[in-house]
């Protein structure tokens, strides 16, 4: 498997033995799959009811199924698939439209977080650190709008590199779920917070690393708190939550008013693949320029 599909599989699996641990059920000793049993899966998944989606938990006891099979293909899992067969009947994906931002204003509110970061004073070096490093997030997830697992990964010398004078991400093909390299390069109006980020802030975290986005714990940030930040500080700040993955469909929005004649750019900043482009034939640059070209349109938006 690619390691973004192990990835994917191993969260939800991990979600419910974390379940098991908080509620007492875990058992250390048990064999692999053990847990996978219906008294668990059941209470799993009310608990899911109160967090996540009717998609999201249609898609966890996928995979969940898919790795105890994995990890004891000798079981009968086939109530199992019942329990996953009804969740999908079930889901209904939620309306995005009200939840709908345009990339200038979260761009803007990025800026704006880290503009307070720099300037409070009564706030701790770290609360700084921490409120520059949440405005940073937003505003390069507004300007490169790349999946969350991407994201939440970047490692400063790897997938964020200085090439001259410019910061790029860079994304090998077996880290995208496209198949696909990904090479974009960050817009200017971001490149200054980053370096500044990186040369005052980002050396207050807890032995940081290589993690471009590091944890208050020490290391880099985990994945759910990557998106958990996000949602949150949107909320409060703007009063919708805004998700990681809505920042892809509010880069289309903001794409389709600006530019509507030219919705190629969209499709090259998200790595849509052209049904008319073979795999073989892809052009890296119509990534570049739709990058180039949703930033003229963001600058243009915030000086409106």
Known sequence: MKPTTR?????????????????????????????????????FVRELHHRVGSVTRASYLGKIRRIATILAPRRDLAWLSEIETDLHYEARPRPKHHRIVSSDRLLALGLELIRRGE???????????????????I??????????????ELCIGRQMRRIGENWWIILEADETK????DERPVPEIVTAHIDHWLERWHPLFLEPGDAFW???KGGPLAYTYV?????????????????????????????AIAAGDRMGVASGLLQHTDQRTTEKHYNKGASLGAVRRYQQILDKLMSD
């Open 7 to 43: 990835m994917s599989l191993i969260r939800p699996y991990g979600y419910l033995l974390d379940f098991c641990r908080q509620n007492g059920l875990f058992d250390p000793n048990a064999e692999a799959g053990a847990h996978v049993i219906p008294k668990i899966i059941n209470a």
């Open 119 to 137: 300037t409070i004073s009564h706030l701790t070096d770290l609360a700084r650190a921490r409120l520059v490093r949440d405005g940073l997030m």
């Open 139 to 152: 505003a390069l997830l507004a300007v490169c709008p790349i999946r969350l697992r991407n994201f939440a």
């Open 178 to 181: 496209s198949g696909r390299p």
């Open 214 to 216: 590091p944890s208050t």
């Open 227 to 255: 998106g958990q930040i996000i949602t949150e500080t949107t909320l409060r700040e703007l009063g919708v939550a805004v998700s990681p993955h809505l920042f892809r469909d509010c880069a289309v929005h903001t794409v």
